[in-house]
């Protein structure tokens, strides 16, 4: 649903539920963050791990101060007083430049985001908004573990979030191309009516935005970046599965102010948001384990906490329109789907280090698309006929070709200009102490030797591989 940020004509009255409600949840997506780079961080070699943190944290401060500056104005300025955007794709940076306007004698405004008489501050929605933007940088960092320098990093993060994840959050979110607006593709394929396309699109909470956006980044960035050392012939065994494990229960719990936090108060939709999250992820787990167990003989930690990711990315899309049993479907098949596909960097021979094209780029293409089968009230599983899954199709096409060209030409930059990658030396050394003149474990033998040696993360066993310790990766 496409918020409509503007202040309302009559003096507003503050609704003090809906802003607790909406301060919880943005506390609890922006604990994601940390959480993510705890499952990150456990999947990478122990010389590495805090490189692989602090990329995490990197995204947070970079992404949380353009934000404020430049981000808000440029995905939802068109939507507030005098706003404006050009073609449907970005909205005036300027507009709302330093949240600008928002804030009248040191108070922030109240926005009724979706006309129900319901109003919020607007600072708590940047807040809100802010926390999505900051997650979805810090996604593609697994794609390139253990290989690339912290300082280019950074500026990767500044400019991927003004260049693709401002604009795409604007074109769906925030009344542009992808949006359910008059001017947008759905309504130029099926119609409008009273300024709303006839077939809105799904994308309840960022399954184009965030996650197909994050997913394809990774992978055009890998591709730009090139292999680990060693990657294919070397074991690649995560350091730390009870981190790992703990990094996915952190994501489950921010899950739900990512999700049931988008339909910005605490009503019966958010209630049903909650218990489809819930029945998508369990579900997931036990798909992936289940592919795991008939493929590999075992189901794994790596492969539970992974199976839960992966379910969690699936129902973001589609939490607002499916049913609890639908829910389970849309997870159980998002498990199964992403544990095949991380295999394909084996196959296909690129190096997606934490599997971020296998969970985040596949089980986000899958719940998009399948909330246009599984939506109760327009997915053609359920009587709606062709015309969502069309409109969900077209979606998901339009954000991996926005963000993946775009991501190719930034990665290609960089890569010309400061470059991406650490010597082979610091590589094959670890990343920690060249970088960060850290390292995260101090006992005798760690850093170095049997847990320092090895590339960097095989997270899953998708195939058998050649390894130095002689297992599979």
């Known amino acids: 649903m496409t918020p409509a940020l503007l202040p309302a004509a009559d003096t507003p009255t503050i609704n003090e539920a809906a802003t607790a409600?909406?301060?919880?949840?943005?506390?609890?997506?922006?604990?994601m963050t940390p959480g993510l780079a705890l499952f990150?961080?456990?999947?990478?070699?122990?010389?590495s791990v805090l490189n692989m943190i602090m990329m995490s944290f990197g995204a947070l401060g970079v992404v949380g101060v353009i934000y404020i500056l430049w981000g808000y104005s440029m995905s939802f300025g068109n939507l507030q007083d005098?706003?404006?955007?050009?073609?449907?794709?970005?909205?005036?940076?300027?507009?709302l430049f330093g949240?600008?306007?928002?804030?009248?004698?040191?108070?922030?405004?109240?926005?009724?985001?979706?006309g129900v008489k319901v109003f919020i501050p607007e600072s708590i929605y940047v807040g809100f908004q802010l926390t999505f933007a900051v997650i979805t940088v810090a996604l593609i960092s697994g794609a390139v573990a253990d290989r690339v320098k912290f300082s280019t990093w950074l500026v990767f993060a500044g400019i991927w979030a003004t260049v693709v994840y401002f604009p795409i959050a604007?074109?769906?979110?925030?009344?542009?191309?992808?949006?359910?607006s008059e001017n947008g593709l759905s309504a130029k394929l099926f119609g409008a009516t009273d300024g709303v396309a006839n077939v809105l699109p799904i994308d309840f909470a960022g399954g184009t935005?965030?996650?197909?956006?994050?997913?394809?980044?990774?992978?055009?960035?890998?591709?730009?970046?090139?292999?680990?050392?060693?990657?294919?012939?070397?074991?690649?065994?995560?350091?730390?599965?009870?981190i790992v494990m703990l990094g996915a229960g952190l994501l489950w719990f921010g899950w739900f102010g990512f999700n049931a936090g988008s339909e910005l108060a605490a009503d019966g939709l958010a209630s049903t948001v909650w218990l489809n999250t819930t029945a998508a992820t369990c579900a997931a787990m036990l798909g992936w384990l289940l592919v795991e167990k008939i493929r590999d003989g075992h189901a794994t930690s790596i492969g539970a906490a992974s199976g839960v990711v992966a379910g969690l990315v699936a129902i973001t899309?589609?939490?607002?329109?499916?049913?609890?049993?639908?829910?389970?479907?849309?997870?159980?098949?998002?498990?199964?789907?992403?544990?095949?596909?991380?295999?394909?960097?084996?196959?296909l021979g690129y190096d997606d280090s934490l599997d971020v094209v296998g969970v985040h780029l596949v089980a986000g293409l899958w719940g998009t698309v399948g909330a246009g089968l599984l939506s109760t009230s327009t997915g053609l599983f359920y009587g709606g006929g062709p015309r969502q899954l069309v409109v969900q199709v077209v979606i998901a096409v339009a954000s991996l070709l926005v963000s993946g060209i775009l991501t190719l030409v930034i990665g290609l930059a960089l890569k010309a200009t400061m470059g991406w990658r650490?010597?082979?030396?610091?590589?094959?050394?670890?990343?920690?102490?060249?970088?960060?003149?850290?390292?995260?474990?101090?006992?005798?033998?760690?850093?170095?030797?049997?847990?320092?040696?090895?590339s960097a993360v095989s997270t899953h066993s998708a195939r058998p591989a050649k390894t130095t310790e002689g297992a599979s990766a």
Request: glycine letters at 18%; proline letters at 4%; a negative charge.
């Open 82 to 95: 005098g706003g404006s955007d050009l073609a449907g794709i970005i909205a005036n940076p300027f507009h």
């Open 21 to 31: 409600f909406m301060l919880v949840a943005a506390s609890m997506v922006l604990l």
């Open 422 to 454: 650490v010597s082979e030396d610091v590589e094959s050394d670890g990343i920690d102490q060249s970088e960060h003149g850290e390292s995260a474990y101090e006992l005798s033998g760690f850093a170095g030797g049997r847990f320092g040696t090895g």
């Open 170 to 180: 604007h074109m769906v979110w925030g009344g542009g191309l992808l949006s359910g």
């Open 40 to 47: 990150y961080g456990g999947m990478t070699r122990a010389k």
């Open 99 to 114: 949240l600008s306007g928002i804030f009248e004698d040191g108070a922030t405004r109240l926005i009724d985001p979706f």
């Open 317 to 347: 899309p589609a939490c607002g329109a499916l049913s609890p049993v639908g829910s389970l479907i849309l997870g159980a098949v998002a498990g199964g789907l992403a544990a095949l596909a991380v295999g394909l960097k084996y196959r």
């Open 209 to 242: 935005v965030v996650h197909i956006n994050a997913g394809i980044a990774g992978l055009v960035l890998a591709l730009v970046v090139g292999k680990r050392l060693g990657f294919g012939t070397t074991a690649m065994r995560p350091q730390n599965v009870p």
